[in-house]
């Protein structure tokens, strides 16, 4: 799901817990056939949802970090 500017910054703390809960279901998924298969792939794909939660990491970080800006903005 893409995020709209219309979003806000509670579309992104969502976006990013969709992202986080994907990536790391993925991660699951594919150790269970690193394990059972010694798949390449499946490293690989290890690999990928790695980056996906780091990616969704950051973009938490980044609403956190602009939610406590706004707060400093308005006090």
Do not use: C, H, W, Y
């Not at 390449?40 to 990928?48: I, R, T």
């Amino acid at each position: 799901m893409m995020l709209r500017a219309t979003d806000g910054i509670a579309g992104s703390f969502a976006s990013a817990a969709r992202g986080l809960a994907a990536g790391q279901a993925r991660f699951a998924e594919a150790n269970g056939r690193v394990v059972s298969e010694l798949s390449p792939e499946a490293v690989v794909e290890q690999k990928l949802a790695q980056a996906q939660v780091l990616a969704a990491a950051k973009v938490l970080r980044a609403a956190d970090e602009l939610t406590g800006t706004l707060i400093d903005t308005i006090a």
